[in-house]
T-cell receptor, first 113, second 112 residues
């Protein structure tokens, strides 16, 4: 079951702490995305990256940061500025020119202690 | 702003009955519409897209630009169709490059 891997599966954050969620893909995809999933609200885009060393804010970027130093990796940091971080986080990737078919990871559940 | 609405949070049908999952959208440009599905303990995955005009696992969806709808239909539901279904939209112009806007999702349960 390769493709796109997210870790850890479960993560707990203390008040004032930054935490980083990992996302790695071996599909040779150019584009990568982070979505947040809350009950009853569907998926909302946090950040996306179309190419290495470039990324763009999505609809709910406040309190989050990302980096794209390698094509395979797109880590998401949930900073202490994110006041409501408890959610299920999904990472996805897609090939250039196929802007609709996203491949998703299995997700990370982040909870606040 | 683009928006996707799935009015039903939960939908229950019996095996063999027809099923329709509703999806309405608002978008000023030219959209591409998709249905994604998440089966129990599996990853979210693409089910079908309107430009392909294909039937996947017996499901079809027709884009109705007049009614701004993209309802997902299947004439005879099966128990294995039970899952979470998301309708999604992207700018067909390509500049949004995979920035999908998702609906809230509908949990479909097919009873034996």
């Amino acid at each position: 079951d390769g493709g796109i891997t997210q870790s850890p599966k479960y993560l707990f954050r203390k008040e004032g702490q930054n935490v980083t969620l990992s996302c790695e893909q071996n599909l040779n995809h150019d584009a990568m995305y982070w979505y947040r999933q809350d009950p009853g609200q569907g998926l909302r885009l946090i950040y996306y990256s179309q190419i290495v060393n470039d990324f763009q804010k999505g609809d709910i970027a406040e309190g989050y940061s990302v980096s794209r130093e390698k094509k395979e990796s797109f880590p998401l940091t949930v900073t202490s500025a994110q006041k409501n971080p408890t959610a299920f986080y999904l990472c996805a990737s897609s090939m250039e020119g196929t802007n609709e078919k996203l491949f998703f990871g299995s997700g990370t559940q982040l909870s606040v202690l | 702003a683009q928006r996707v609405t799935q009015p039903e949070k939960l939908l229950s049908v019996f095996k063999g009955a027809p099923v329709e999952l509703k999806c309405n959208y608002s978008y000023s440009g030219s959209p591409e519409l998709f249905w994604y599905v998440q089966y129990s303990r599996q990853r979210l995955q693409l089910l079908l897209r309107h430009i392909s005009r294909e039937s996947i696992k017996g499901f079809t969806a027709d884009l109705n630009k007049g009614e701004t709808s993209f309802h997902l239909k299947k004439p005879f539901a099966q128990e294995e169709d039970s899952a979470m279904y998301y309708c999604a939209l992207v700018n067909a112009g390509g500049t949004s490059y995979g920035k999908l806007t998702f609906g809230q999702g509908t949990i479909l349960t097919v009873h034996p």
